[in-house]
Each structure stands twice: as C-alpha cells, then as structure tokens.
C-alpha cells in the first residue's frame, strides 16, 4: 500500500505527576462511583447510563460509524448484481437497412429475454481502498471513544450534580436550625422589650437579622429545586416526576484514587483515545490521496442467458458472456491530486497538534484536580476548627449578654459567624468530594485490567 503507515507522534510524558504523593499502579474499579458507598448515587448512575439522551445519541453515532466502516470493507470485494430484461420491437417496414442501404419491405417483431450476471472489480493494486477501510475503521474507533467519553462525563455530572444537591440540603438544615433559633431570640427579646429589660433596637436588630436568614434559605431551596431539575435532564427523566429525598451531607473522606503514570492517561482517556484515531484515519486518507496518481485496474464482466424464446432460455447455447479488464491513468488533473493531498498532509497535520494538545490537557486536568483535593482537604480541616471556635464564641458572647458585659451586635457578629462558617465548611466538603470526581474523570475514569 502506498502511503506512510501509522507511527503514534513522539511524545515525552513526565515521570510523574507533581502534586501526586504516591505512584500506584492500581486500576480505578470500572463502577468507579461505588467507591464512595452511596447507594443512592448507584442509583442515579444507572439510570442516567440507561435513559440519558445525550449518551443515547453517542451510541447511536457509534452504530453508523461502523457501518460506515463496513460500507467502506464492502469495496474489497467485487460488486455482482442482476439486471434481467425482456424486450419486445416490432421494426417497420419502410426501414432502410443499414447494410445494403435498401428499403426493408416487410415487418418483424423481435423478442429478445436476457438475463445477465455482472461483476465488477477494482483491483486494489495501491491500497486505495485498503486505505480507506483503515481510515473508515480508525473513524469508527474515534467514535467509540467519543461515545465512551461522553459516557464518563455524563456520569462524573451525576455524582457531581449529586453531592451538589447533598450540599444545598446540608446548607438548608443549617439554615432552618439557625432559622427556629434566631425566631427564639426574637421571641425571648419581645418579652425583654416589654418588661424594659432590654432596648427595642436590639429586638428590631435580632427581626433584621431573622428576616435575612430566612431570605437566605428560600434561595438556597430555589437552587435546590433547579439542581434536581438539571440532575433530571442527565437522568434522561422528566423534571415534574423526578425527586431525590434531602441527604444533608455530611463530612465524608474521599476515596483513595490510584493516580498511576502519566504515560497511562494515553491509553485510559478516551477523549486522548478518540483524537489518536482521528490521527490514524488522516494518515490512512494521505494513502488513498497517493493512489490516485497511479493507475486504477478494474474488472468487469457479465455472464448469462439470452435468447428469442423463454423455453430455450436457460439452454446451454443461450448462454453469453463478458469480460472487460481496464485501467484509468491520470495525465492531466490541472494540478488537482497535487493539491488534494497536499490538504490531506495538512489535515494529518492538524489531527497531530490535536492529538498533543489533547494530551497536554489531560495532564493539566490531573494536575488540577490532584492540587484541588489536597488544597480542599486542608481547607475542611481549618474550616471544621472554624466551626468549632464559632461555636464558643456564640457561646461566650450569649452568656456574657446575658449579663450585661456585652450589647447584642456582639451577639449578632457571633451567630452571622458560625453561620457563615458552617456554610463554608460544607461548601468545601463538596469541593473535596468534587475534586476526587474530577480526578477521576480527568484519569479516564474505571478500567478493567486486560485479561
């Protein structure tokens, strides 16, 4: 076969990722989100791997990617086809006859039953079509890493949108106990306005600060609703009828992720996968564009019956055939194979500094998603310690109130304190939760060791 045969682009990957503390071998278990022991989140990935419409028309792409690719085999073999007909003429008689160029003086009708077997061949002498199949098959490759690519994306989103909605109802139970404890303290501070024990500004201080809090939790279960209805969509189920129960998240330790070599995010992504085939399928077509300057060999042929009478027609000495071996030489195409495969070396190209760039980012996305579990992990536990010195100072600043030592400001900074601490504890939680899904993701998600 003419044409350069498939050498993957010279890379140097690093040793070792930067931010990884160890180097593991080990491979991610295919159900990568049964790491986390939350059956629930099995649930949610099942269904959206089942019903999810985007992931659907990935594989629906995938069929006609190999079909193409059959389509494309077919041509190794020869096209054979019937094309039987029957056909009656009746000649005039004032015809002339193309022999003597004399007035033919009599009719006739003709019949004539043929039934013809045809062939044709193109005798692959260059690998024109052998090329074009590698190409059609490296395309179809290309699309099942896409489809595989989409389908890890659409599970990191479950998980992600998940925990995102743990979140939120962490966020409102935090919001609805600070709620029923703020209405106490309006409550217990209308007893003190009317017995004179306390200012009606600190009353109308503790309502401002009641009422802010309340606003604050109708968001925060507004944006509840809209990330269930987003998580319906990947589900492939419709917003009206889907529910997930409230689960406040709690804190939880990630999964350990085995991290590995950099050099295995070249076979374990699949979008890496899917632009290395593409890079295979641009260097099968420079093939096929250098066959077109060499000349083409086909075969054609036909073989069968033909006869005047239908009784005599499948007889031995009805039988007929054919056979036309030919060759088409390109001598003049105004510069237009120069030119096409010039565009087609430019097109490999461009699919190679793809391919690198896809691979730079692999390698950046690792990175990221590595600095951001360990930078979440240190931030939830000064955040857990945060939380705990609001607590004590809410305390202290209630008790020292209580006696007059302090006004209510003091009361209010301290509550909008631990509120704002315990929000921000949970909203990292979720990051670190986040941040090993995106590790995941960004290393190809679960592979099963070959057998």
Not at 134 to 154: G, H, P
Not at 245 to 270: F, H, K, W, Y
Not at 286 to 313: C, D, H, R, W
Not at 363 to 375: C, I, K, S, W
Request: overall charge negative.
């Amino acid at each position: 076969m003419v044409g350069p045969d498939y050498k993957r682009p010279q890379l140097a990957p690093p040793q070792a990722f930067k931010s990884q503390t160890a180097s593991s071998p080990d491979l991610i278990a295919p159900a990568w989100w049964r790491l986390y022991g939350d059956p629930e989140l099995d649930r949610l990935v099942t269904v959206a791997t089942d019903s999810n419409q985007t992931l659907r028309q990935a594989v629906a792409a995938v069929d006609q990617a190999r079909a193409v690719a059959r389509i494309a085999a077919s041509f190794l073999a020869p096209t054979i086809t019937a094309d039987p007909t029957l056909t009656r003429e009746r000649t005039s008689a004032t015809r002339e006859s193309t022999f003597s160029g004399q007035t033919v003086g009599t009719n006739a009708t003709i019949t004539d039953w043929l039934v013809p077997i045809d062939l044709t061949y193109e005798i692959d002498v260059w690998g024109r079509v052998r090329r074009g199949l590698e190409s059609a098959r490296a395309q179809a490759v290309a699309t099942s890493d896409d489809e595989a690519a989409v389908r890890l994306m659409v599970q990191t989103d479950v998980a992600q949108f998940y925990y995102t909605l743990r979140l939120l109802d962490a966020q409102i139970e935090i919001l609805t106990q600070t709620v029923d404890s703020y209405r106490e303290q309006v409550r217990i501070l209308s007893v003190q306005v009317r017995t004179g024990l306390t200012s009606p500004i600190a009353l109308s201080q503790a309502d401002a600060l009641l009422q802010s809090t309340l606003a604050q939790q109708q968001d925060f279960e507004r944006a509840r609703a809209d990330q269930e209805h987003a998580l319906a969509i990947l589900c492939g189920q419709p917003a009206p009828s889907f529910s997930v129960p409230p689960n406040p998240l709690q804190e939880i330790s990630p999964p350990d992720v085995p991290v590995g070599l950099p050099a295995m995010l070249l076979t374990r992504r699949p979008d890496v996968a899917a632009t290395e085939e593409a890079v295979v399928a641009a260097n099968a077509q420079i093939g096929v564009a250098m066959a077109e300057f060499y000349p083409q060999f086909t075969l054609a042929s036909f073989a069968g019956f033909e006869s005047a009478n239908l009784k005599n027609l499948t007889e031995w000495k009805s039988g007929i055939a054919s056979i036309i071996p030919g060759v088409s030489l390109p001598i003049f195409e105004g510069g237009r194979l120069k030119a096409n495969l010039a565009a087609t070396r430019a097109q490999y190209r461009q699919t190679v500094a793809a391919y690198v760039n896809q691979v730079l980012i692999a390698y950046a996305d690792v990175e990221d998603a590595l600095t951001d579990l360990h930078a979440y992990t240190d931030e939830v536990a000064d955040l857990r310690n945060a939380v705990t010195a609001s607590q004590e100072y809410l305390r202290l600043a209630n008790a020292q109130f209580s006696i007059g030592l302090v006004d209510y400001l003091t009361v209010i900074d301290a509550e909008r304190t631990l509120l704002a601490n315990q929000l921000l504890f949970t909203q990292n939680v979720n990051s670190q939760l986040g941040s090993s899904i995106r590790l995941i993701k960004a290393l190809g998600g679960g592979w099963q060791a070959a057998p």
